[in-house]
């Protein structure tokens, strides 16, 4: 059984929530977690990036010159990827960078990398979190209070917009709400912050 700590809002340590790891797939699958975040980004990529090829440029045909006897270099068609204005050598047309991931590679890699926080010990329970009005000021003190000086992924049960609201300025926090949980929040993040609801959630279901 692992051990992850639960502090209140004012980053004082109030208790400890156990975790079993093989809810978690006992081991971190380093693979696994690799190819959910260069599938995320492959999805990202729009793919829409296009240049003019030699046979798209609209000049004519005609051979520059004759081959010999000019002093010139030997030259072909004024589209020719050499000279200026003319078309790409090798150019670029739209295409699709998506990948494909199955549904249980997904959840797979995103309970590797949950585990992994937890073994690394960057993922920290908070009891307690509400609020009331939404203020950047409030949130702010909240990791000051955690010491949490770095990247981090705060994890809420359900949708709040005052919680949304009161972290959006703040530049190194990712607010999501537990069922839109993935491998490249958790991976990319250095620190995990979740509620007490949501780590009960995540180890009481069979599928994250």
């Known amino acids: 059984m692992l051990e992850v700590p639960v502090y209140n809002t004012d980053g004082k340590k109030i208790d400890t929530f156990s975790v079993d790891e093989k809810v978690f797939g006992a081991q971190v699958n380093v693979d696994l977690v690799k190819q959910a975040v260069v599938t995320y980004h492959a999805n990202r990529r729009q793919g829409t990036a296009k240049t003019k090829g030699r046979g798209e440029i609209a000049y004519s045909t005609k051979k520059l010159f004759r081959q010999k006897g000019t002093g010139n270099a030997r030259r072909g068609a004024r589209s020719t990827n050499v000279l200026r204005g003319g078309g790409n050598a090798f150019a670029k047309t739209p295409r699709d960078f998506r990948k494909k991931l199955p549904q249980k590679m997904r ?4 309970k590797s990398a949950i585990l992994a926080k937890i073994l690394g010990h960057d993922l920290s329970v908070v009891d307690g979190l509400k609020v009331e009005n ?41 607010v999501r709400v537990a069922g839109e949980l993935n491998a490249y929040d958790v991976a990319t993040r250095q620190k995990m912050l979740v509620t007490r609801e949501v780590m009960t959630a995540l180890c009481g279901q069979e599928d994250a």
């Open 107 to 110: 959840q797979a890699a995103l």
């Open 134 to 174: 939404p203020q950047t000021k409030q949130m702010a003190g909240l990791l000051k209070n955690l010491d949490i000086r770095r990247s981090c992924l705060l994890a809420v049960r359900d949708r709040d917009a005052n919680v949304y609201l009161s972290g959006r300025n703040l530049p190194d926090l990712t």
